[in-house]
């Protein structure tokens, strides 16, 4: 079964400060997405990035970037020179390439980001 | 504009009561997912289902129960049977190369 491990599960940081949110995955299958997403106090869930199991490029867009390391199961979301609009909580999700299984996405507990002013 | 549409955006629901949460897309996904979210929580799927007229259950589906009778609709009903309902719920579908799209939730409170 796939499973979704967020350790942090709140991180306060000051303005300008860089934030590194942890996220560790466990499946059995070779093929497979990851997620991250942004929770803003409204409830609504934002998209951030999806990338699959065969690409291990980092990414960068602008203020975010996530390292994927298959070799240790992470994919590490760091946000740089936060700003208070960035205060979410973010949640790392994995989905699994099986349709039998109903390509199901499974999320982690989440990681409260305060940042403050 | 292609969406996921939730309503109602708040519940109230007296003990006892079984309520019906909606969950509209105009996407043209197959798969639809609910979602169960608890205050400090990540989310928990409940149900989904991959086509019409056919549904699975998921890791937490005790006391609630779905339909899928139209492609566009999958609504989900909270029994009297779920002794513990006051959540946040999240409807999404799933289009091609794993874009999940989430609708903007439900806030179920039992009064």
């Known amino acids: 079964a796939q499973k979704v491990t967020q350790a942090q599960t709140e991180i306060s940081v000051v303005e300008k400060e860089d934030v590194t949110l942890d996220c560790v995955y466990e499946?059995?299958?070779?093929?497979?997405?990851l997620f991250w997403y942004k929770q803003p106090p409204s409830g609504e869930l934002v998209f951030l990035i999806r990338?699959?199991?065969?690409?291990?490029q980092n990414e960068i867009s602008g203020r975010y970037s996530w390292n994927f390391q298959k070799s240790t199961s992470s994919f590490n979301f760091t946000i740089t020179a936060s700003q208070v609009v960035d205060s979410a909580v973010y949640f790392c999700?994995?989905?699994?390439?099986?349709?039998?299984?109903?390509?199901?996405?499974?999320f982690g507990g989440g990681t409260r980001v305060l940042v403050k002013p | 504009d292609g969406g996921i549409t939730q309503s109602p955006k708040y519940l109230f629901r007296k003990e006892g009561q079984n309520v019906t949460l909606s969950c509209e897309q105009n996407?043209?996904?197959?798969?639809m997912y609910w979602y169960r979210q608890d205050p400090g929580q990540g989310l928990r799927l409940i149900y989904y289902?991959?086509?019409?007229?056919?549904?699975q259950k998921g890791d937490i589906a005790e006391g609630y129960s779905v339909s899928r009778e139209k492609k566009e609709s999958f609504p989900l009903t909270v029994t009297s049977a779920q002794k513990n309902p006051t959540a946040f719920y999240l409807c999404?579908?799933?289009?091609?190369?794993?874009?999940?799209?989430f609708g903007s939730g439900t806030r179920l409170t039992v009064v």
């Open positions: 499946t059995r299958d070779t093929t497979y997405y």
């Open positions: 289902s991959q086509i019409v007229n056919d549904f």
């Open positions: 999700a994995l989905s699994e390439a099986i349709k039998a299984a109903g390509n199901k996405l499974t």
């Open positions: 990338r699959n199991s065969f690409d291990e």
């Open positions: 996407l043209n996904h197959d798969a």
């Open positions: 999404a579908s799933r289009g091609r190369n794993y874009g999940y799209t």
